[in-house]
């Protein structure tokens, strides 16, 4: 396999939307997030643009580009487990779920509320911390079903570990 940059697949920006930021957003520095976390919350953002605007080949972006996002041999199980996520929130809520953009250079900067319960959530499954990531999975699903969601998750954290990929075990924020 050629030697390719690392998530070139995460560098392909189309412009600036020039929305503004909204309350409850944070910067995407302050997470302080892994490369792995940051690579779920990425390919999280193109299959969730894919779903907002079926029009466009966002999920292109990470199906032709898995081993961009995640530089190791199970790279399309850890993508296919993403998309199997992403699926479990999409059945789960009732309401359209706010991501940043991912092809804009300044939203892509910003963590949505949603988002931030979506990365919770995958960091307390990670720390065996079940408790917290209903919580988190509650609130990222309205209240709804989460059981088949935590599941997925579950299943995405043990691909993650069999990659030695690391997820942050920090608190909240």
């Known amino acids: 396999m050629p030697n390719r940059p690392k998530n070139t697949a995460l560098n392909i920006s189309k412009g600036r939307c020039h929305k503004p930021v909204q309350e409850g ?11 792995a976390e940051y690579s779920i919350l990425c390919a999280s953002r193109f ?3 894919s779903f907002a605007n079926p029009e466009t080949p966002s999920w292109m972006t990470v199906i032709v580009g898995s081993q ?9 199980r850890i993508v296919q487990a993403i998309l199997v996520v992403i699926h479990e929130v999409r059945l789960s809520r009732k309401s ?3 991501f940043s953009n991912p092809h804009c250079l300044d939203c ?18 990670y720390a065996k911390r079940p408790e917290a990531a ?5 609130l990222l699903c309205e209240g709804n079903q989460t059981t088949d969601l935590l599941r997925s998750v579950e299943n995405l954290i043990k691909l993650i570990n069999a990659s030695n990929l690391k997820i942050s075990i920090k608190s909240e924020f």
């Open 25 to 35: 957003d944070v910067s995407l520095t302050s997470l302080q997030l892994e490369p």
């Open 47 to 49: 299959f969730f643009s």
């Open 68 to 76: 961009d996002f995640f530089p190791v041999k199970e790279s399309a």
């Open 96 to 98: 359209t779920l706010r």
């Open 108 to 125: 892509r900067n910003n963590v949505t509320f949603e988002e931030r319960h979506f990365v919770s959530m995958i960091r307390k499954v």
């Open 134 to 138: 209903i919580t988190h999975a509650m």
